[in-house]
């Protein structure tokens, strides 16, 4: 694929991508499955029904759940190092290796314990991938389309859920419905898009700012002339101007290496003003929150719902199904509107949406149980607005959480950096796994009203801390969180002050070493001025 270039690269490289993440860490309710795990029993309901499962260990599921977030955890943390010091391709391939290994050993489990260690490596493989493929994507896609880039990768994410799960519905009519192939086979599936993806990597472009950081100018140069130009051409003003401010942040940034630790970057160790450390937090709390916002609650009361309103067992399991192609569908909306409308108001007009349809299921779940007699009415109602929220999750914070740490942080730790919106999104998945079956036993439908307030907060949360990364280079990132103040005013006004200064060092010509002054060239600069 070396002669591609331009529109025909990025799309490959898009696509190639996406089946990185074509991965899937689904709630599996297969009677052989249940019986397997021991985790209840399953009756047999006449041939239109089949058998239909009941879980007696909710706490057993959930652990199994949770525990490949501990794996996705670990994962992140040795991704990012490796994808730091390795670059991105080869650690992607390791990381491939160890998903290939995990779903093997799903796959072929006989107990719990099997189980449980086999989702454990399958999670590390997950969180290598996910720490790296958006840095990747990133560090590869226009300023003006990179948001639009990652996004568009969810949707074959999201497929891949849609994919695993008709699978095992399908699967369910072989025979009695009881066969164990209905839950191996879904499982094995997940290998193919990985060996796709493996046999794809070596000719794929490598990242050309870790080329740069590496000090392997001519291959970067020769890259971004493919990315940015139709005609492959490394003389192409976007490539050299790119080219120019990529080598010069390098350069700055060589000469702070000591930040390059995960500790250090915790706890804003020798940062030289440009607060990591914030960037950090951001990080973690915004994939945290993303899961607290109720993806995780619909996707546990949703088939509850269903079967309330008066559906079948079947019909439940069809409308779980179209739900989740609702949810596919609706990240192409998230590829339209992330980078025109920008981050920011991605994630208010999600909260607003996403609260509401909270809230509003959980009343018509409560009335669904008040007045059985108009089960069809309320069952319905409650039916609609977990549809809408799960459409409106994934046209925004879906996607948006998952894109803001791969834009953030400075070249020199990206990977790391990416690794740590990982970690949170470990910690709030593994967390809620365990919570969601306590919450809804005790408080019931009133753990949706819980989760719609939390959309509501999330809402001045963003507007003071979370300043706007759309249509910005990555190499512009420093002008916001250089500002010594934390709110997002504060950090505009920074970065239009920056962003002058450096514009007009570039229209005098100042240079260093005979390279043009970039934009963290001026911010330190500046910094030093003021101390």
């Known amino acids: 694929m070396s002669q591609l270039a331009g529109r025909k690269l990025y799309y490959t490289i898009n696509a190639v991508a996406g089946l990185a993440i074509f991965l899937y860490a689904s709630v599996n309710t297969s009677p052989d499955y249940v019986r397997v795990m021991k985790l209840g029993y399953s009756t047999y309901e006449g041939p239109s029904e089949g058998y239909v499962v009941t879980i007696t260990e909710p706490t057993r599921q959930g652990g199994i759940v949770s525990i490949y977030y501990f794996g996705t955890l670990l994962g992140c943390l040795m991704g990012g190092v490796l994808g730091d010091r390795l670059g991105r391709i080869k650690t992607m391939l390791l990381g491939s290796l160890w998903v290939l290994f995990g779903a093997a050993l799903q796959c072929s489990a006989q107990n719990i314990a099997w189980m449980c260690c086999a989702r454990i490596v399958n999670g590390i493989g997950t969180g290598y991938l996910n720490a790296i493929v958006p840095v990747w994507s990133a560090e590869v896609a226009s300023h003006t389309s990179r948001g639009a880039f990652i996004a568009s990768e969810f949707t074959l994410n999201i497929f891949g859920v849609v994919v695993a799960y008709w699978l095992e519905f399908a699967l369910g009519f072989i025979g009695d419905g009881t066969s164990q192939v209905r839950w191996r086979f879904p499982i094995a599936f997940q290998i193919v898009p990985v060996l796709a993806f493996m046999a794809c990597l070596p000719m794929m472009p490598e990242s050309p700012r870790w080329l740069i950081k590496m000090g392997r100018n001519a291959e970067a140069r020769e890259i971004l002339g493919r990315l940015r130009s139709d005609e492959g051409s490394a003389e ?18 060589k000469e702070h290496a000591s930040r390059n630790s995960y500790f250090s970057m915790f706890f804003g160790r020798n940062d030289n003003g440009l607060h990591v450390a914030r960037r950090v937090q951001l990080s973690v709390w915004l994939q945290i929150v993303q899961e607290w916002v109720g993806i995780a609650a619909i996707t546990v009361y949703a088939p509850t719902i269903f079967a ?7 019909k439940s399991q069809w409308l779980s199904g179209l ?11 998230a590829v339209v509107t992330i980078d025109r409308l920008g981050r920011r108001i991605g994630l208010w007009w999600g909260a607003v949406g996403q609260g509401i349809s909270l809230i509003l299921a959980g009343a018509f779940a409560r009335l669904l149980k008040d007045h059985p ?12 607005f977990v549809f809408m929220y799960t459409a409106i999750f994934g046209a925004t914070w879906l996607t948006i959480p998952w894109v803001y740490p791969t834009e953030t942080f400075p070249l020199e730790v990206r990977a790391k950096g ?14 809620l796994t365990l ?10 439908e009133n753990t949706l009203h819980v989760f719609g ?15 706007e990364t759309a249509n910005r280079t990555l190499e512009e990132m420093d002008y916001l969180f250089m500002s010594k103040s934390p709110f997002v005013w504060d950090e505009e006004e920074n970065f239009r002050r920056m962003k002058a200064e450096a514009e007009n060092a570039r229209i005098e010509g100042k240079t260093i070493d005979g390279r043009p002054i970039p934009p963290a060239t001026e911010i330190v600069d500046l910094a030093e001025e003021k101390d």
């Open 453 to 467: 307030a939390v959309n509501f907060l999330s809402i001045p949360l963003v507007w003071a801390f979370y300043p």
């Open 323 to 333: 739900n989740d192609i609702t949810y596919m569908l609706s990240t192409l909306l």
């Open 373 to 384: 007699e108009k089960a069809s009415q309320y069952g319905g109602a409650a039916a609609l």
């Open 308 to 314: 309330e309103a008066g559906y079948s067992a079947r």
């Open 236 to 253: 192409a003003p976007r490539a050299v101007r790119e080219y120019e401010d990529i080598v010069a942040t390098v350069a700055l940034e």
């Open 435 to 444: 919570m969601n079956p306590i919450m809804f036993n005790r408080i019931g």
């Open 418 to 431: 990416n690794a740590f919106g990982v970690f949170g999104w470990s910690i709030g998945n593994g967390w």
